[in-house]
């Protein structure tokens, strides 16, 4: 349309969607004033029960719904829509898919609203934009960077920690101040000092104040690909601009990170952007150095520390096509990236693509859904699938492509399994640290190798139990035990955070003597430090990776400052740190203790994850499953590196038991202050979905007490539907959530389509 031509006739309806509980969108007149600017995906303010509230506009129609007297619009927040179309439409299908009410979907996707927007309205229905926005940090900040001059520094007096500033401006073109204090302390004033003898040169310019982008990367381009992952790169740039999917299972090292590059650069080269999902962006520092090196910094990091200004820097970038690439977490799904052409989702089986509270959506699941309706690629990595991806590319949904062996043409690790009913305790004494695991972390540190360390419990001793009367202690308001912390001397509830002091006597019968059961992380690094005091042993896990805690633990250990890292499920993902020769797992058996159908799947996944992390250098990895079961189908097979075995025996399993991926799960939850009344609800509940599902194939689980039978003091129930059938399942699920609307008192109940967690 051209300026001169008569545009037709604007709609003077809009349909707002408000983030309120409740499955649909309310009717609004559009003012006069605004009429050019309210278009889909617009944010507005708009009276609500009295107040003002910001909500989107879902569409507009040209006449009101009969009967009813609509109010007004009453501002405009930003001049432009703030949704796409493209991402405000998949918004919507997502949020019928997962049954969750379209104003919290489309809150939860938009960046938040300017400080006091609501309030800075003026008569006009604009926001007063004078205003500078408070609260509100600016997204850069001065830093100084030094660079060597050709100067020589023979026959000079300098100090130790001032050569070393200078070796490592040697390697590299420029450093930033903060990285360098990480190699010396108190930089600035030995760098001035080098300064004025003319060794190096200074500069200070604005950077992002994002921790991401703090360290300066080399430019690096496109590596030689490898044969197998030529075929993978041809075929998905083949497919450019239509709605492919594709399953890349590539082994722990072959090389999937260099295909995403090529297939985005060349996307980027078509006119068209990327999206680049990573289980948790704090643990992936090492890959989006990877992806600065070759596209420069014109690209969207999404992390949960940005500010506001940063966010809707990003927002704002992105929607304009000016930055062509995002990479984040799970969120990051909901970047409005202008013509999108490929999404890639990496480690695509990893639990955290679930979100598991308010809106709970599975982000890969949703990427296929967005990449097919947006005309783009959609690709799945990882080395070890999720039984739904498999499913997937085997009823011909997505192109499975292999990539069977490292890029480095180092062979996988060897895995040995110790079997802890029957070996002997290591040289400490300690029964987690194996004689085998034991004898290989001191060749290990012997020959300047790293390792890794797998405990997926944190703390110092998950629970103790009182040895005269058996009681175990456990939170006040959850049922599950207390871990102790001895680093802060406390017992804590890893589920409600709930803290105490440790008693010193059973606090139900008064004896002494409570026994210590199990292992944490805690404990494992206190033992290591002291069989291998000279090792220097770090630890990686939610107690001491806060903020850029995780960020500098992962640096150091790359740049090989920590012999031995320690820790949760943090360890497993996605490191490539060549110098790792020793990878232990200490218990292989927790993960297949879960009350949850994909137990031996997450098990297979996690074995084969760490393992991964062995021997992607010059030298063999050797890796060590410590197991009460060790002929367990998920132990054998992540010891054998034969995911393809493993996969069509749990397979056949969920086709018996009729689980995922061969049928389709709604789990109901429902909690309660009170135990007869949550009990009361989910009954209820359960009889409207078993009148609903009548004699169709299908069932309906439980009701039953939740695994968690009580958290934070409230009382909990679930449910499953379960139906070979998606939409007998969804119309189950359809009639239960009426039955929820209708009122449940003063119980919570909720929907969750496509169950992750079972707790
Ligand atoms: P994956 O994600 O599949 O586990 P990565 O992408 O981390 O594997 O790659 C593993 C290692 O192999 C990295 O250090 C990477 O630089 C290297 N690599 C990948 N592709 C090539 C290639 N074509 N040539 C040489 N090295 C490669
Ligand atoms: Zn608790």
Same mark, same amino acid.
């Given at each position: 349309?051209?300026?001169?031509?008569?545009?037709?006739?604007?709609?003077?309806?809009?349909?707002?969607?408000?983030?309120?509980?409740?499955?649909?969108?309310?009717?609004?007149?559009?003012?006069?004033?605004?009429?050019?600017?309210?278009?889909?995906?617009?944010?507005?303010?708009?009276?609500?029960?009295?107040?003002?509230?910001?909500?989107?506009?879902?569409?507009?129609?040209?006449?009101?719904?009969?009967?009813?007297?609509?109010?007004?619009?009453?501002?405009?927040?930003?001049?432009?829509?703030?949704?796409?179309?493209?991402?405000?439409?998949?918004?919507?299908?997502?949020?019928?898919?997962?049954?969750?009410?379209?104003?919290?979907?489309?809150?939860?996707?938009?960046?938040?609203?300017?400080?006091?927007?609501?309030?800075?309205?003026?008569?006009?229905?604009?926001?007063?934009?004078?205003?500078?926005?408070?609260?509100?940090?600016? *997204?850069?900040?001065?830093?100084?960077?030094?660079?060597?001059?050709?100067?020589?520094?023979?026959?000079?007096?300098?100090?130790?920690?001032?050569?070393?500033?200078?070796?490592?401006?040697?390697? &590299?073109?420029?450093?930033?101040?903060?990285?360098?204090?990480?190699?010396?302390?108190?930089?600035?004033?030995?760098?001035?000092?080098?300064?004025?003898?003319?060794?190096?040169?200074?500069?200070?310019?604005?950077?992002?104040?994002?921790?991401?982008?703090?360290?300066?990367?080399?430019?690096? *381009?496109?590596?030689?690909?490898?044969?197998?992952?030529?075929?993978?790169?041809?075929?998905?740039?083949?497919?450019?601009?239509?709605?492919?999917?594709?399953?890349?299972?590539?082994?722990?090292?072959?090389?999937?990170?260099?295909?995403?590059?090529?297939?985005?650069?060349?996307?980027?080269?078509?006119?068209?952007?990327?999206?680049?999902? +990573?289980?948790?962006?704090?643990?992936?520092?090492?890959? +989006?150095?990877?992806?600065?090196?070759?596209?420069?910094?014109?690209?969207?990091?999404?992390? @949960?520390?940005?500010?506001?200004?940063?966010?809707?820097?990003?927002?704002?970038?992105?929607?304009?096509?000016?930055?062509?690439?995002?990479?984040?977490?799970?969120?990051?799904?909901?970047?409005?990236?202008?013509?999108?052409?490929?999404?890639?989702?990496?480690?695509?089986?990893?639990?955290?693509?679930?979100?598991?509270?308010?809106?709970?959506?599975?982000?890969?699941?949703?990427?296929?859904?967005?990449?097919?309706?947006?005309?783009?690629?959609?690709?799945?990595?990882?080395?070890?699938?999720?039984?739904?991806?498999?499913?997937?590319?085997?009823?011909?949904?997505?192109?499975?492509?292999?990539?069977?062996?490292?890029?480095?043409?180092? $062979?996988?690790?060897?895995?040995?399994?110790?079997?802890?009913?029957?070996?002997?305790?290591?040289?400490?004494?300690?029964?987690?640290?194996?004689?085998?695991?034991?004898?290989?972390?001191?060749?290990?540190?012997?020959?300047?190798?790293?390792?890794?360390?797998?405990?997926?419990?944190?703390?110092? +001793?998950?629970?103790?139990?009182?040895?005269?009367?058996?009681?175990?202690?456990?939170?006040?308001?959850?049922?599950?035990?207390?871990?102790?912390?001895? &680093?802060?001397?406390?017992?804590?509830?890893?589920?409600?955070?709930? &803290?105490?002091?440790?008693? @010193?006597?059973?606090?139900?019968?008064?004896?002494?003597?409570?026994?210590?059961?199990?292992?944490?992380?805690?404990?494992?690094?206190?033992?290591?430090?002291?069989?291998?005091?000279?090792?220097?042993?770090?630890?990686?896990?939610?107690?001491?990776?806060?903020?850029?805690?995780?960020?500098?633990?992962?640096?150091?250990?790359?740049?090989?400052?920590?012999?031995?890292?320690?820790?949760?499920?943090?360890?497993?993902?996605?490191?490539?740190?060549?110098?790792?020769?020793?990878?232990?797992?200490?218990?292989? /058996?927790?993960?297949?203790?879960?009350?949850?159908? &994909?137990?031996?799947?997450?098990?297979?996944?996690?074995?084969?994850? +760490?393992?991964?992390?062995?021997?992607?250098?010059?030298?063999?990895?050797?890796?060590?499953?410590?197991?009460?079961?060790?002929?367990?189908?998920?132990?054998?097979?992540?010891?054998?590196?034969?995911?393809? !075995?493993?996969?069509?025996?749990?397979?056949?399993?969920?086709? /018996?038991?009729?689980?995922?991926?061969?049928?389709?799960?709604?789990?109901?939850?429902?909690?309660?202050? $009170?135990?007869?009344?949550?009990?009361?609800?989910?009954?209820?509940?359960?009889?409207? !979905?078993?009148?609903?599902?009548?004699?169709?194939?299908?069932?309906?689980?439980?009701?039953?007490?939740?695994?968690?039978?009580?958290?934070?003091?409230?009382?909990?129930?679930?449910?499953?539907?379960?139906?070979?059938?998606?939409?007998?399942?969804?119309?189950?699920?359809?009639?239960?959530?009426?039955?929820?609307?209708?009122?449940?008192?003063?119980?919570?109940? @909720?929907?969750?389509?496509?169950?992750?967690?079972?707790?």
């Amino acid at each position: 349309m051209t300026d001169e031509a008569p545009g037709p006739a604007l709609d003077g309806y809009a349909e707002v969607a408000i983030p309120v509980p409740l499955r649909r969108a309310f009717t609004y007149a559009i003012p006069d004033a605004l009429l050019e600017h309210i278009k889909p995906g617009s944010r507005v303010a708009v009276p609500f029960h009295r107040r003002k509230v910001a909500g989107i506009v879902v569409s507009t129609k040209p006449t009101p719904p009969e009967g009813i007297r609509v109010k007004k619009i009453a501002g405009v927040i930003e001049r432009d829509p703030l949704f796409p179309e493209e991402l405000l439409r998949f918004l919507e299908a997502a949020a019928g898919y997962y049954f969750h009410p379209i104003g919290e979907v489309l809150k939860s996707a938009a960046p938040a609203l300017p400080t006091g927007a609501l309030r800075r309205l003026r008569k006009d229905g604009f926001l007063d934009d004078g205003e500078t926005l408070k609260g509100q940090t600016v *997204g850069t900040k001065l830093a100084l960077f030094a660079k060597r001059t050709d100067l020589a520094s023979e026959g000079l007096r300098l100090g130790a920690s001032q050569r070393s500033i200078l070796a490592l401006l040697e390697a &590299r073109e420029e450093v930033g101040l903060d990285e360098l204090r990480e190699h010396a302390k108190s930089p600035r004033g030995k760098l001035a000092r080098l300064a004025e003898l003319g060794l190096v040169s200074l500069t200070e310019r604005e950077v992002r104040r994002d921790p991401f982008f703090s360290r300066t990367v080399e430019p690096q *381009g496109p590596l030689e690909p490898t044969g197998a992952q030529q075929v993978a790169i041809d075929a998905m740039i083949a497919e450019l601009g239509s709605r492919a999917a594709f399953l890349l299972h590539g082994v722990t090292g072959s090389g999937k990170t260099e295909v995403y590059l090529q297939v985005i650069a060349e996307a980027h080269r078509r006119g068209l952007g990327s999206l680049l999902l +990573v289980p948790e962006i704090a643990l992936t520092p090492q890959l +989006v150095g990877r992806f600065r090196a070759r596209f420069g910094d014109g690209i969207a990091v999404l992390h @949960s520390a940005l500010s506001p200004r940063e966010r809707d820097d990003a927002w704002r970038g992105l929607r304009s096509g000016e930055l062509r690439f995002a990479v984040g977490a799970r969120s990051a799904l909901f970047a409005p990236i202008d013509k999108l052409g490929v999404i890639v989702v990496d480690e695509e089986h990893d639990p955290s693509f679930k979100q598991e509270e308010g809106f709970r959506y599975h982000a890969r699941d949703m990427a296929l859904l967005r990449a097919h309706r947006a005309n783009a690629l959609c690709i799945l990595g990882s080395a070890t699938p999720s039984l739904e991806s498999y499913a997937l590319q085997r009823r011909g949904r997505a192109t499975l492509l292999s990539m069977p062996e490292r890029a480095t043409k180092r $062979s996988l690790p060897k895995v040995e399994i110790v079997d802890l009913r029957r070996h002997v305790r290591g040289p400490t004494g300690h029964r987690f640290v194996s004689g085998p695991l034991h004898h290989a972390l001191r060749d290990g540190l012997e020959e300047k190798q790293q390792a890794i360390l797998f405990l997926n419990r944190r703390g110092f +001793v998950p629970s103790r139990r009182c040895e005269s009367c058996g009681e175990l202690l456990s939170c006040p308001a959850c049922s599950v035990t207390l871990t102790e912390h001895r &680093r802060a001397s406390q017992l804590r509830c890893h589920y409600c955070d709930y &803290r105490c002091d440790v008693p @010193s006597a059973c606090p139900a019968c008064g004896a002494d003597g409570l026994k210590e059961l199990g292992l944490g992380t805690e404990q494992l690094e206190d033992h290591l430090n002291g069989a291998f005091p000279d090792a220097r042993i770090a630890r990686l896990d939610r107690d001491t990776a806060r903020g850029r805690g995780i960020e500098d633990v992962l640096h150091r250990f790359r740049e090989g400052e920590i012999d031995v890292l320690v820790g949760t499920q943090m360890v497993t993902k996605g490191h490539d740190v060549k110098a790792v020769t020793t990878v232990g797992v200490v218990s292989a /058996d927790q993960s297949l203790a879960f009350p949850d159908f &994909r137990a031996e799947e997450r098990t297979f996944q996690l074995l084969a994850q +760490v393992a991964g992390r062995a021997g992607r250098g010059e030298r063999e990895g050797r890796v060590f499953f410590q197991t009460f079961q060790p002929d367990h189908r998920a132990v054998r097979c992540a010891a054998r590196h034969d995911y393809q !075995a493993f996969v069509e025996q749990e397979l056949e399993a969920r086709r /018996d038991l009729l689980y995922p991926p061969f049928a389709h799960l709604v789990a109901v939850r429902v909690d309660s202050g $009170s135990e007869p009344h949550g009990r009361r609800v989910i009954g209820d509940l359960a009889r409207v !979905a078993r009148a609903a599902l009548g004699e169709r194939e299908g069932s309906v689980l439980g009701p039953v007490v939740a695994p968690i039978a009580r958290l934070r003091g409230r009382y909990r129930f679930r449910m499953m539907l379960r139906a070979p059938q998606r939409a007998v399942v969804r119309e189950v699920a359809a009639a239960v959530i009426a039955r929820i609307e209708e009122g449940v008192g003063n119980a919570r109940a @909720s929907i969750d389509v496509d169950p992750v967690s079972m707790l």
